[in-house]
Nanobody, 130 residues
Framework: VQLQASGGGLVQPGGSLRLSCSASGFPLEDYHVAWFRRAPGKEREGVSCLSGSDDSAYYADFVGGRFTISRDNAKNTVFLQMNSLKPEDTARYYC????????????????????????WGQGTEVTVSS
C-alpha cells in the first residue's frame, strides 16, 4: 500500500487547504481511508475516515464541521478539505488506508485499526499562522 499525502502549506487563521491522499497500484475506492495528524510534542490523532464500504465518514470532535473528506475514484485520490483553519490545526498530516473487504468495520473502527497498525509515510505539513 503506497500512499502519498500532499497539499499542505502555510495558511492564515480562517483560511482553507485541501489535502490529497493519492494511491499507487491499488484502487482506493475499495479501502477505508483515514487522515491523521501529529502536532509537535503531541501524540498522533485521528482526524477523519471515509468508509470503503458505504462512503460514510467519521470526523473527530475537534473538526467541528470544518473539514470534509471525499473520494475521487477517477483520480484514485481521497481529499480532506479543511476550512476555517485554526492555529491548533498546525500539524503534520498523514493518510492511511485499510482494505474494506478484510472485515466488517465502521469508519471509526477502521480508523482505530489504522492508528494502531499503519506504517506512516512522510505526510504533509500544515501550518496555520498569521
Amino acid at each position: 500500500v503506497q500512499l502519498q499525502a500532499s497539499g499542505g502549506g502555510l495558511v492564515q487563521p480562517g483560511g482553507s487547504l485541501r489535502l490529497s491522499c493519492s494511491a499507487s497500484g491499488f484502487p482506493l475506492e475499495d479501502y477505508h481511508v483515514a487522515w491523521f495528524r501529529r502536532a509537535p510534542g503531541k501524540e498522533r490523532e485521528g482526524v477523519s475516515c471515509l468508509s470503503g464500504s458505504d462512503d460514510s465518514a467519521y470526523y473527530a470532535d475537534f473538526v467541528g464541521g470544518r473539514f470534509t473528506i471525499s473520494r475521487d475514484n477517477a483520480k484514485n485520490t481521497v481529499f480532506l478539505q479543511m476550512n476555517s483553519l485554526k492555529p491548533e490545526d498546525t500539524a503534520r498530516y498523514y493518510c492511511s488506508a485499510l482494505r474494506a473487504a478484510d472485515a466488517d468495520r465502521t469508519a471509526l473502527q477502521a480508523l482505530d485499526v489504522m492508528h494502531e497498525h499503519s506504517q506512516w509515510g512522510q505526510g504533509t505539513e500544515v501550518t496555520v499562522s498569521s
